[in-house]
């Protein structure tokens, strides 16, 4: 059974930076993509980035380019995404989420592409 745990989410004020990491366990990806997504209060569950586990190309959603970076390390199955130049409106529960079969910009973007969810990690910006 393929789990995901975030963990590194927590209090920052604005201009402040945090690491998020997401483990998974119960198998080991080697195609498609692994992502984070972010959910705040009274809003859609958005896409935030990506990364192919194949060759490490990455996708950014436009607000977080240039603050953001995601990376991975395949022997530890685990994806990380430094957030640095916080906002108040990044705030949000961060998710991550893995799937393997397929790996473009399209499907890298598309929360129903999906397999499998983690359960999220707070994130909260004070201005």
């Known amino acids: 059974q393929v789990q995901l745990v975030e963990s590194g989410g927590g209090l920052v004020q604005a201009g402040g930076s945090l690491r998020l990491s997401c483990a998974a366990s119960?198998?080991?990806?080697?195609?498609?993509?692994m992502g984070w997504f972010r959910e705040a209060p009274g809003k859609d569950r958005e896409f935030v980035a990506a990364?192919?586990?194949?060759?490490?190309?990455?996708y950014y959603e436009y607000s977080v380019q240039g603050r953001f970076t995601i990376s991975r390390d395949n022997a530890k199955n685990t994806v990380y995404l430094q957030m640095n130049s916080l906002k108040p409106e990044d705030t949000a529960r961060y998710y991550c989420?893995?799937?393997?079969?397929?790996?473009?910009?399209?499907?890298?973007?598309?929360?129903?592409?999906?397999?499998?969810w983690g359960q999220g990690t707070q994130v909260t910006v004070s201005s």
């Open positions: 990364i192919r586990w194949s060759d490490g190309n990455t």
């Open positions: 119960g198998r080991t990806f080697s195609s498609g993509v």
């Open positions: 989420a893995a799937q393997s079969y397929c790996s473009g910009y399209l499907c890298a973007v598309s929360k129903p592409k999906y397999t499998y």
